[in-house]
C-alpha cells in the first residue's frame, strides 16, 4: 500500500486540514527554520552563542526531519506521535534558551511563532490520529 492510500484510509478527525495544505504551509516554516537555525548556528560557530543554546535547535531540527520517516516510511503512528512531542518539546526549548541567551536574537522566536502554533496543532492532530486508528 502506497504512503498516499495509507494515510487517506486512516481514520481523522473533522478538523484535519486537508492532505494538499501540509506542503505550502511547511514550505513557508521551512523557510523561517532555516533563517532563523541558520542564524543561530551561525552565532554558535563564531563563538557569539553557547552551544548549549544551539543543541535544542539541533535537537528539533533532527526530530523534525525524522517525523515523516517514521510516520509515512515505518507508517507508525506511535512512534510518530512520540517523535511530535519531541518536536515541539525541543521547539520550546531552544526558543526559552535563545530568548534568555540573546536579547538581539530575540526575533528568533518571534519568527517561529508560526511553527510553534502549527507544531502544537500538528501535535494534536497526531496525537487523535493514533488514539482513533489504535
Do not use: C, E, H
Not at 9 to 32: D, E, H, M, N
Not at 39 to 49: D, H, S
Not at 70 to 79: E, R, T
Request: glycine fraction near 6%.
Amino acid at each position: 500500500m502506497d504512503t498516499t492510500t495509507w494515510y487517506s484510509q486512516l481514520i481523522k478527525p473533522t478538523w484535519a486540514p486537508p492532505s494538499w495544505l501540509f506542503g505550502p504551509v511547511w514550505t513557508v516554516l521551512y523557510a523561517i527554520i532555516a533563517v532563523s537555525y541558520g542564524t543561530v548556528f551561525y552565532k554558535a560557530f563564531t563563538g557569539k552563542l553557547p552551544w548549549m543554546v544551539a543543541l535544542p535547535f539541533a535537537l528539533n531540527l533532527m526530530f523534525n526531519l525524522a517525523f515523516t520517516p517514521i510516520q509515512f516510511g515505518l507508517k507508525n503512528n506511535l512512534l510518530a506521535t512520540a517523535d511530535i512531542l519531541l518536536v515541539v518539546g525541543t521547539l520550546v526549548w531552544a526558543l526559552v534558551a535563545v530568548w534568555q541567551a540573546s536579547p538581539d536574537l530575540r526575533w528568533v522566536v518571534y519568527a517561529n511563532i508560526p511553527y510553534l502554533l502549527w507544531g502544537t496543532y500538528a501535535t494534536g492532530l497526531q496525537i487523535t490520529i493514533t488514539y482513533l486508528n489504535a
